[in-house]
């Protein structure tokens, strides 16, 4: 019974085939394609909206030279945005629960990053490993935390996104077997469950969101720091 909990998150497979990519290929299906046209349906208006929304909320923190990132930072927010809430659906498989695929989205772009900075402004870069008016006994302790900190960055990301969608998903599975189960024995604290599993269930709603905005907004934050 406790391992049937953790089925969710297991990758689906057809005829030996796994069906991940799908699963992530999906959420390109409701974006809007472009046209030649001046003026589209209210949707592909409204989603036009909220994407030109996004991207103005991701370049806040960046300068000029940041902007040249929008295109990536903004499909990756809505790559996770979508796969995250998609996610939510019954009988749906989140690509997001795994930890393998977080780290491949975390780890290059936090690299890029790093070699942004590198390259472009390699003193500064180095700079922040170790702040000014460090005291000399604590110069070599004080380097290898900031380089441990820098180091587990993209660990840090690809865990929390995890860990949260994780979370979330077994509360819910948790929340409704008991709904079920007490359905038929106790009437009134089934009804009470379901009360709470609506509400769990717009919290996850929210928690997809955030946690999506959060991952790109730490990725364009490291951004501003190299560049």
């Known amino acids: 019974m406790n391992l049937s909990f953790f089925d969710q998150f297991s990758s689906p497979s057809l005829l030996g085939i796994p069906l991940i990519l799908i699963?992530?290929?999906f959420p390109a299906l409701l974006l809007p394609s472009p046209g030649n046209r001046w003026i589209n349906n209210r949707l592909s208006t409204l989603q036009l909206w909220f994407?030109?929304?996004i991207t103005k909320q991701l370049m806040i923190p960046l300068d000029k030279k940041g902007h040249k990132w929008a295109l990536i930072l903004t499909?990756?927010?809505m790559f996770l945005l979508l796969t995250n809430l998609l996610g939510l659906l019954p009988y749906t498989f989140t690509p997001t629960t795994q930890l393998s695929m977080n780290l491949a989205l975390?780890?290059?772009l936090w690299l890029a990053t790093l070699l942004t900075g590198l390259r472009n402004q390699p003193s500064v870069s180095l700079g922040h490993l170790l702040p000014e008016g460090t005291p000399t006994l604590l110069i070599p302790a004080l380097i290898l935390i900031e380089?441990?900190?820098l180091l587990i960055r993209p660990l840090a990301l690809g865990v929390r996104l995890t860990a949260n969608l994780t979370?979330?998903?077994l509360l819910i599975q948790l929340i409704s077997t008991a709904t079920t189960t007490l359905?038929?024995?106790m009437p009134v604290v089934s009804l009470l469950t379901l009360a709470v599993l609506l509400l769990l269930t717009i919290l996850e709603v929210a928690v997809a969101m955030i946690q999506a905005?959060?991952?790109?907004?730490?990725?364009?934050?490291y951004l501003q720091e190299n560049i």
Do not use: C, D, Q
């Open 23 to 25: 699963a992530m290929m």
């Open 51 to 53: 994407i030109n929304l």
């Open 75 to 77: 499909s990756l927010m």
């Open 106 to 108: 975390a780890f290059p």
């Open 147 to 149: 380089t441990t900190s």
């Open 167 to 169: 979370a979330g998903h």
């Open 183 to 185: 359905m038929t024995t």
């Open 213 to 221: 905005y959060v991952f790109v907004l730490l990725l364009s934050l």
